[in-house]
């Protein structure tokens, strides 16, 4: 029981009133894009480049929604007397998006980085087959690939850079000593004929 | 001859104002609930902010087929719409927009009893809807239509009765005539009386419980289609300008106003109905329907005490004054 009555009364017109007066929320979506947030799953792109056909999405595929053929090719020999290598060919990749839901697993699973989100979401089809995305379609999709959110402040770095940053700290540290102990040789040199050759006495 | 042009005249212009008012009211109505619930309302029709939507609807149902239940009576089903429209027609002819004689369709003499028996009238299209269409839930509606009527018409009568006592008259004119302003604050309760009663009579939320779409689908309108359909929507939205118009004619001193009142009166009478008309949509928005025996309790135990102690009240102020 409110303390006055009618105080009730007054508060529910009080919350219409109000409400018309701030902005709506509609979204007028054919007219305006909405505003996805990021890492936003619209459609799966394919980077074919990167495919070795290994399978792991397909067989990984809840919903059976992906298609690979291959074949294999045989590579000559790189250098003289070597052997031959065989190679896999993508002939087909295709996603059903009319069996997909969308979990991402082939895209956690990939371990060539060959399938990424992509925000697109418009590819709605009056035909349930024209849902089956063929490989050249999906290698469409890959430009709309947005890059990669930034990191977290404060978050571990990530992986491959972190093991670029040790490769190339390890050949900076490598050079460094090589240049000192080319330095200290010069040095030994100038002391041995003193004004014969400049600083650059010492380079071999 | 000229008599002839004038009456035409009046018509003309009172049927332009019949058929405008109400297409502006729904089409607020749209745009302000919309708002108020966060949303945009029609943004497509004509272009601009979906200023075209009821012509739209309008099409839409004329466009649709007019079925008649095989059961239904069909003479009395299809007469129903008019029935309820019309009324709303004549009312309008007798409601006074300004002080000069050109202001007013037509000056009645006895105008609170003319416009009350007549308002009343339109209700009995929902009633013959409801018996006609031959459906339980038409029935219903129809039912429920006539206790909201028997309760309403009381409380409406005497909170009119209240302003015909303070004026001294029955005529429309006559009464903004002898309008002061203090009387706002003495009318003050009959205003509330009157403006919830001729809410509960046009079903309006709070008061739809005829149409309840949720319980009995949508009443005595249940069978209809198309136009007559559209022309019971119609008769909803003509009943809404009708009693804001009269509301403010009554109650809050029609084209009388702090300045301009010579000449511009008409300006006071649209606004002060246009601002009604607002209440009635916000209060739409606001409030959930009443039940069947709260509808009742409220008018039998608060608005017909109120109107009687209103009827006191001017009684005595009258006496006193005079």
């Known amino acids: ?204 | 001859m000229n008599d002839a042009l004038d009456v035409a005249i009046r018509l003309v212009v009172v049927f332009a104002v019949f058929m405008v008012l109400p297409l502006v009211i729904g089409q607020t109505e749209h745009k302000v609930m919309a708002h108020m619930q966060g949303r945009l309302g029609p943004m497509y029709a004509g272009g601009f902010h979906g200023w075209a939507q009821l012509v739209a609807d309008g099409v839409k149902f004329a466009q649709k087929e007019d079925v008649v239940p095989a059961a239904a009576d069909r003479r009395i089903f299809q007469l129903a719409p008019a029935v309820a429209l019309l009324p709303y027609l004549l009312v309008l002819v007798a409601v006074p927009i300004g002080p000069s004689e050109g202001a007013v369709g037509q000056v009645v003499d006895a105008g609170i009893f003319f416009v009350l028996a007549v308002m009343g009238v339109g209700v009995l299209g929902s009633l013959m809807a409801g018996w006609a269409s031959a459906n339980k839930f038409s029935l219903l509606g129809g039912l429920r239509t006539a206790a909201q009527l028997l309760a309403y018409e009381l409380p409406m009568l005497l909170a009119a009765a209240s302003v015909a006592m303070a004026a001294g008259t029955v005529s429309l004119p006559g009464i903004l005539n002898a309008f002061h302003w203090w009387w706002l604050p003495w009318q003050i309760v009959g205003a509330l009386v009157f403006f919830i009663a001729g809410l509960a009579e046009l079903q309006r939320p709070p008061f739809d419980m005829p149409v309840a779409d949720s319980e009995i689908i949508f009443g005595a309108y249940t069978e209809y289609t198309g136009l007559r359909f559209a022309l019971f929507l119609l008769a909803e939205y003509a009943g809404i300008v009708v009693l804001c118009g009269l509301t403010t004619v009554l109650f809050l001193g029609g084209w009388h106003g702090p300045f301009g009142a010579d000449g511009l009166g008409w300006v006071w009478t649209l606004l002060k109905t246009a601002v009604l008309a607002f209440v009635v949509i916000w209060l739409r928005v606001s409030y959930p329907r009443l039940r069947e025996d709260q509808l009742q309790k409220l008018a039998w135990t608060t608005l017909i005490p109120l109107a009687l102690a209103q009827i006191a009240l001017t009684g005595i102020v009258k006496v006193a004054i005079s």
């Open chain 1, 1 to 204: 029981m409110s303390p006055i009555p009618g105080s009730g009364l007054a508060k529910g017109l009080a919350v219409t009133l109000r409400t018309m007066t701030k902005k709506t929320v509609t979204a007028q979506y054919p007219d305006v894009q909405p505003e996805l947030p990021p890492r936003s799953r619209g459609v799966i792109g394919l980077f074919e480049e990167n495919c070795t056909v290994c399978m792991l999405c397909a067989r990984e595929c809840p919903d059976w929604c992906i298609y690979i053929d291959s074949h294999k090719e045989t590579v000559p020999a790189a250098v003289e007397g070597g052997r031959e290598r065989s190679r896999n060919v993508l002939d087909r990749f295709a996603i059903d998006f009319s069996l997909c839901m969308y979990c991402g697993i082939c895209i956690e699973v990939c371990p060539f980085d060959a399938l990424f989100w992509s925000p697109e979401f418009e590819y709605a089809e009056t035909d349930i087959h024209e849902l089956t995305h063929e490989r050249d379609k999906l290698r469409e999709w890959m430009w709309t690939v947005p890059a990669p959110p930034a990191l977290d402040p404060g978050a571990e770095e990530p992986k491959e850079v972190a093991a670029a940053r040790k490769a190339a700290d390890k050949l900076a540290a490598a050079q460094a000593a090589e240049a000192a102990a080319a330095a200290e040789a010069g040095q030994a040199a100038d002391t041995g004929q003193t004004g014969q050759t400049g600083p650059e006495g010492g380079q071999a």
